[in-house]
């Protein structure tokens, strides 16, 4: 059987290979309880599912595969990923403690998984809110999960040559502190940042990360204002895409074509691939990032 999107299996001497198992917001699409236009009319869309946002790590050599966030979909993530890679049992990096992006690990404990010594690295207050909060605290007394510490700016060595840096982003931080990370390997490089309040808080900034990477998943949780009917939009801490891709117009071709927006929202028009929002997104030079896709590392 030929794998998707016309790359070869990846052999043993195969690059490190990067697979996006999610792109939509923490909820998902279509959204629990919706029926708005959105997603209660989902059948006839374009799209009919997709996952929160996460993306896989994956060695050929060692089959290693580590996964960034453990969302709500974990498990249809997971065998999403066996289709694709299959390999070892994954190890996870988390990003911050908002529901879709690491409630999934009740899946390791003993009621599910029952894994054992599970890798999960996490920043300092991640790692003591897991540690201090049940049901979080069970799968680490369990030792169904080992906390792994990471620290901001500091790279961590993963399979294959793939270094993987955190990097602190400004977001509601209640219960953790919220990472971004630039994925380095032996022949490409990718910044995954799927939550943001605002650029311009951000340090580095973004254009020196785009400098610094291939490809670059960003936040694009809502397309325009006006898309929460009823709820102010300024009060919702979320770079809206329309402002983002008017801020990235600036820089060259070479730099708008390495990004494609992630996390999108229910309600974000873009999210159907024939949308005229996301028609302007492709006439802005970026893109729309698609669950299923590889990028070689
Ligand atoms: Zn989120
Ligand atoms: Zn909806
Ligand atoms: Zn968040």
Not at 18 to 29: I, S
Not at 59 to 73: E, F, G, K, L, V
Not at 208 to 226: N, W
Request: charged letters at 20%; hydrophobic letters at 35%; one cysteine or more.
């Amino acid at each position: 059987m030929s794998p998707p999107n016309g790359l070869t299996e990846a052999g043993p001497d195969a690059s490190p290979l990067a697979v996006l198992l999610g792109t939509a917001q923490d909820g998902g699409y279509p959204q629990a309880g919706c029926e708005a236009r959105c997603c209660g009319h989902a059948s006839s869309n374009e799209i009919s599912s997709l996952y929160p946002s996460s993306i896989a790590l994956c060695d050929p050599a060692s089959r290693s595969r580590w996964i960034i966030d453990c969302t709500p979909a974990f498990p249809s993530q997971l065998s999403l990923l066996d289709k694709i890679f299959p390999g070892n049992h994954p190890g996870l990096i988390l990003s911050h403690a908002h529901v879709g992006h690491y409630t999934g690990l009740v899946n390791l404990g003993n009621e599910i998984m029952g894994r054992r010594r599970v890798p999960v690295y996490v920043l300092p207050r991640l790692k003591a809110f897991l540690q201090n909060n049940e049901p979080w605290k069970e799968l680490v007394d369990n030792e169904n999960i080992e906390l792994r510490s990471m620290s901001a700016g500091e790279p961590i060595e993963l399979d294959g040559g793939v270094r993987i840096t955190p990097r602190l982003v400004p977001h509601r931080d209640e219960h953790s502190e919220t990472a971004c990370f630039q994925a380095d390997g032996p022949t490409g490089s990718l910044l995954w940042l799927p939550d943001i309040d605002s650029w311009e808080e951000l340090s580095p900034g973004i254009e020196d990360l785009l400098g610094e990477v291939d490809r670059a998943f960003l936040d694009g949780t809502f397309f325009g204002s006006g898309e929460l009917p009823g709820r102010d939009m300024s009060a919702i801490s979320h770079p809206l895409i329309l402002d983002s891709i008017e801020r990235f117009s600036s820089l060259g071709a070479e730099v708008r074509r390495k990004i494609s927006f992630i996390h999108l929202n229910h309600t974000n028009p873009a999210i159907q691939p024939g949308s005229e929002e996301s028609q302007a997104i492709e006439q802005a030079g970026c893109s729309v990032a698609r669950q299923g896709d590889r990028i070689e590392l």
